[in-house]
Structures are given as structure tokens and as C-alpha cells.
């Protein structure tokens, strides 16, 4: 079968409309084309609406054509009865004689039915088509089927001798600002794209920090705080009733017992089990595909020492220390890039996936 991949590449830019809304579904574009012209396109807009193989049908006025056109689809169509029927059978049922996908998806319930029963219906499907970008751009949702935890990307901001704080004394009450206006609005980006956020405890008092979306469009991500000792007082903004629900991990029992406000949610932790392994499992059970990881350098080590990381993104500044809390200790040979703002840099080092400048 002949093929373009121009129009994969039109099926990747429509998906990328849904990265705000879709999950814990993936991001997917479809285009439909005849004699070497689109027809038709569509994307995942929302979870449990229609998916993109269906709204790029439904953009087809003339529906004969599909008997001689040819479907671009950047996921594996779905293969089961989900929130919405199989997009598969759509196709068969359209007898679109041609699919071209750009990957598989892992997905237990599909991971390969849905080519298969294409294949089954004698409909010409070739798998492959910008496989690397069609992948990159669903990391989240790969990370979470194939590895059974969300995909987690480590946070924080540096000196340009890598100190993440300078030493407060009793009267400095917030920690040191590196950001400019536009790199905050660039961590407030990457907030609103991760479904939840998690701080240690000592962060949580020291900082007293919002943890939401404020220079960016989206939904402010579920707050997590890794409090092993039961240390939080109730007046923390972290813990104040609000739309944005809050869940404390915690060894302590005293915890569990507070009249926390109706969006904070505790979960017990087991002395004799790994902690992290158990908040990623917690988090999994609860549908979360991706989590940023914001500090402070105790809780990013921990992550990093267990090799619990997908991607780190850290702003350096030009700004000199000289001493005080040091950054969290890198991972050795990562696959990093590096893009300037002004006179900040942002680092982006990643595994797995893959690392994209689009990423940024």
C-alpha cells in the first residue's frame, strides 16, 4: 500500500488538541483521504465522547467515498465495548478498504485486536507509519499499561551552581525564587498536563505552597503530599477546603484520624513495604497516568535513587548561591536536551519514551 506521511503528521497535530482533556483515554487523530485528498478528520476530544476514527467518519459528507479512501490513524483503533463502541467495527462497517496506524496500542484490551480483526474483515492495514512521534506523544498513557505507575516527570528549579535554595534564616519564610514570569508559565503548563502533583512534607510546611494551575489553561492536578511522620498543620493551603482535592501519604496514624475538609483524603502506608512503590500503586488503582514529582531534593533523591523517573525538567538560572540546599544528584548518562529562555536555560532529560523538543 502506498502511503504519505504527511498525513500522519496532520493526525499527530489534531491528537495534540485533546492533551488537555482526554485522559485517562489517549490522545488520537484520524484522517480520512481520497485520490490524495482529506475528506475527513478527527480527534479524542474528552473522555467518553467519540473517539477519532468516529468524528472523522461523521466529517465525511459524501459517505460512499470511504469505499475507496484510506484512513490515517495515529493509535491502534479500539477493538471493545468501552464508553463508546469499538471503532474497528466502525470501519469494517464502512468498508474503508485501506488503515494506515501509526502504532500499537498496549492497552489489554486491544493490544492488537483491533488490527487484527481490520486485518480479519480484509481491510489493508499497515502499522508503523511515525511510529517514534506517535509514541512519544502518548508516553503517559504507554508508561501506564506497560509499567503499571504513572508516568513521572521530576521537577525543580536551580542555581547556576546548582543549589535549589539558599540557607533561610528564621525571618525568610519563602524559599528562593529563580523564575521569570515566562518560565513560570511554563511549569504551570506542565502542571496543567500531569494529572497529579506530589511534594514532600517538609516542602509542603516550609513553602506552603498552591500546587495548582494559575498561568495556564486546564485543571489544576490532584495534590499529593508524602508525609511520613504526620507533621502538616491544618491551616496549610494544601489542606483548606476547595474544588482541588488534596491526599496525604503517611505513616502516622494520628493522621487518619483528623477532621480533615471534604477534599483531603488520607492513605496509610506500611512500615514493611516501600514507600513510593506504594504511592505509585495507590495511584495507579485510582486511574492516575502521570504525576509531577515538585520536591523538595529529600523526595526528588528518593525517586531518582530508586530510578523512578520518565523525564526531568529542571530551570537553571544565571543566579549564584555559593552554598545552601543542594540540587538533587542526576542521573548519570541521561538522554537530555536543552532549550534557552532569555538568559535561563530548561533542561529535559528523559528515559523510556524518548525525549521531544515538543516536549517543552
Known amino acids: 500500500m502506498e502511503f504519505k506521511e504527511i498525513y500522519m503528521d496532520r493526525c499527530l497535530q489534531l491528537a495534540r488538541n485533546g492533551i488537555l482533556t482526554t485522559s485517562p483515554n489517549p490522545m488520537v487523530g484520524a484522517v480520512i483521504v481520497w485520490q490524495d485528498q482529506i475528506i475527513g478528520e ?45 471503532c474497528a ?110 511534594v514532600g512534607g517538609a516542602t509542603a510546611l516550609k513553602d506552603n505552597p498552591s500546587l ?14 508524602l508525609d511520613t511522620h504526620g507533621s502538616l498543620p491544618g491551616h496549610l493551603t494544601l489542606l483548606q477546603e476547595s474544588d482541588q482535592e488534596t491526599r496525604i501519604y503517611t505513616l502516622s496514624p494520628e493522621l487518619e484520624r483528623q477532621n480533615w475538609a471534604s477534599n483531603v483524603s488520607v492513605c496509610m502506608l506500611r512500615q514493611d513495604q516501600d514507600l513510593l512503590s506504594q504511592v505509585l500503586e495507590d495511584l495507579h488503582q485510582k486511574q492516575i ?34 552554598e545552601g540546599v543542594a540540587a538533587p544528584q542526576l542521573p548519570l548518562h541521561p538522554n537530555g536536551k536543552i532549550k534557552k529562555y532569555h538568559n535561563h536555560d530548561i533542561l529535559l532529560f528523559a528515559q523510556n519514551m524518548g525525549c521531544n523538543p515538543d516536549t517543552f
Not at 493490544?111 to 481491510?123: C, H, N, T, Y
Open 289 to 322: 497516568l502521570s504525576l509531577l514529582v515538585e520536591g523538595g531534593a529529600a523526595t526528588l533523591n528518593q525517586f531518582i535513587t530508586q530510578n523512578l523517573w520518565d523525564e526531568i525538567y529542571i530551570e537553571r538560572a544565571p543566579d549564584l548561591l555559593y
Open 212 to 225: 495548582n494551575v494559575r498561568h495556564w489553561g486546564g485543571t489544576s492536578p490532584l495534590r499529593l503530599v
Open 42 to 86: 478527527g480527534y479524542h476530544i474528552r473522555c467518553g465522547e467519540g473517539h477519532a476514527e468516529v468524528n472523522a467518519i461523521a466529517s465525511v459528507k459524501n459517505k460512499d467515498l470511504l469505499r475507496e479512501s484510506t484512513m490515517y490513524v495515529s493509535l491502534e483503533p479500539c477493538a471493545h465495548y468501552g464508553k463508546t463502541p469499538p
Open 89 to 198: 467495527d466502525l470501519i469494517v462497517k464502512h468498508q474503508i478498504p485501506r488503515v494506515v496506524i501509526g502504532c500499537g496500542d498496549p492497552f489489554a484490551k486491544v493490544a492488537g485486536r483491533g488490527i487484527q480483526k481490520l486485518k480479519d474483515a480484509d481491510i489493508e492495514v499497515v502499522v508503523g507509519v511515525k511510529e517514534k512521534e506517535c509514541l512519544e506523544l502518548n508516553k503517559h498513557f504507554f508508561t501506564f499499561h506497560q509499567y503499571h505507575r504513572p508516568f513521572i516527570t521530576l521537577k525543580w528549579a536551580e542555581s547556576a551552581d546548582r543549589y535549589i535554595d539558599s540557607l533561610r534564616s528564621e525571618a525568610q519564610q519563602t524559599a528562593y525564587s529563580f523564575s521569570t514570569p515566562e518560565t513560570q508559565t511554563l511549569v504551570h503548563k506542565r502542571r496543567a498536563e500531569h494529572q497529579a502533583i506530589l
